[in-house]
């Protein structure tokens, strides 16, 4: 018999996250590792400095069979964690490209011989870039369809300009290299929040803060379909200033029918009051 059961009832959260290199996407992961048991997943060349002693795991991946290594496990594992995130998409793509590139060179013969020198001389051609995209998209896929665990994305922004007869608009999006990638891999997620920089006015002082908006404009590209019961979205206007992942999940956990759906480990204090 089909597992039938209320809508929503086994759903999870996939959030995506866009912002310019130094916003604080990494920072933001760190919040939550003292309330959320979260295991990352990161290519060699992203640094994770500013959540050391967070309390926040890390898998460092160098190939596609690690990357993949990564999904069987957290398909298999993933109801151990709250939150499984990929920081970031947009430096592991080119890792995964690297890996594709060194694959097809090794086909070709040994390292210093003339076969592979000349292969070498041209760099990775579009049908790299293909698999590259397949195997990317196939991560995501599974890994959101394996619904064991909330998973969260981050990418770097940039200013796209679509060649799609304007069917898409131009505007900032998550870096994802690729005809339609970005649309394909936003499309898998519920919430995609893009991170800026702005400067603020505060009981009559102008102050800098990070603000994270999750309502798409004609400048960028965010969405948030975590909604109320009213139709409105579980972050109000959208605009959330200073960020914290504990204050994301708590908004939603408030705001879905049903209870709470993203976990958060509350910390014991001293003599065992919560």
Not at 19 to 32: L, Q, R, S
Not at 220 to 231: E, H, N, R, S, T
Request: charged fraction near 25%.
């Amino acid at each position: 018999m089909p597992n039938i059961q209320p809508v929503g009832a086994s759903s999870k959260i996939s959030m995506l996250i866009h912002a310019d290199i130094g916003w604080g996407k990494t920072t933001f992961i760190g919040t939550g590792g003292k309330s959320a048991k979260i295991l990352v997943m990161r290519p060699p060349i992203d640094h994770a400095d500013p959540i050391i002693g967070s309390g926040v795991q890390e898998m460092v991946v160098r190939s596609w069979e690690e990357i993949f290594e990564g999904l069987e496990y957290i398909q298999h594992e993933g109801d151990k964690w709250d939150w499984f995130w990929l920081d970031s998409i947009s430096l592991l793509q080119d890792v995964g490209l690297d890996d594709v590139y060194e694959n097809v060179l090794d086909r070709k013969g040994p390292v210093g011989s003339l076969a592979r020198k000349d292969r070498e001389q041209y760099g990775p051609d579009r049908g790299e870039y293909r698999v590259n995209m397949w195997r990317l998209g196939q991560w995501v896929r599974h890994t959101v369809g394996a619904g064991t665990v909330n998973l969260g994305i981050t990418a770097h922004s940039f200013w796209w300009e679509p060649n799609d007869n304007g069917v898409t608009p131009s505007c900032i999006w998550p870096w994802i290299q690729g005809k339609m990638m970005p649309q394909k891999i936003c499309g898998m997620m519920n919430i995609v929040g893009y991170g800026a920089i702005e400067t603020r006015e505060h009981r009559g002082k102008k102050r800098t803060v990070r603000v994270l908006h999750t309502n798409a404009t004609e400048n960028y590209y965010a969405k948030c379909q975590v909604k109320l019961p009213d139709g409105g979205t579980v972050f109000g206007s959208g605009d959330i200033i200073n960020p914290t992942l504990p204050s994301m999940i708590s908004a939603i956990n408030e705001g879905r029918p049903g209870g709470e759906v993203v976990p958060i480990r509350r910390r014991r204090r001293v003599g065992g009051r919560q």
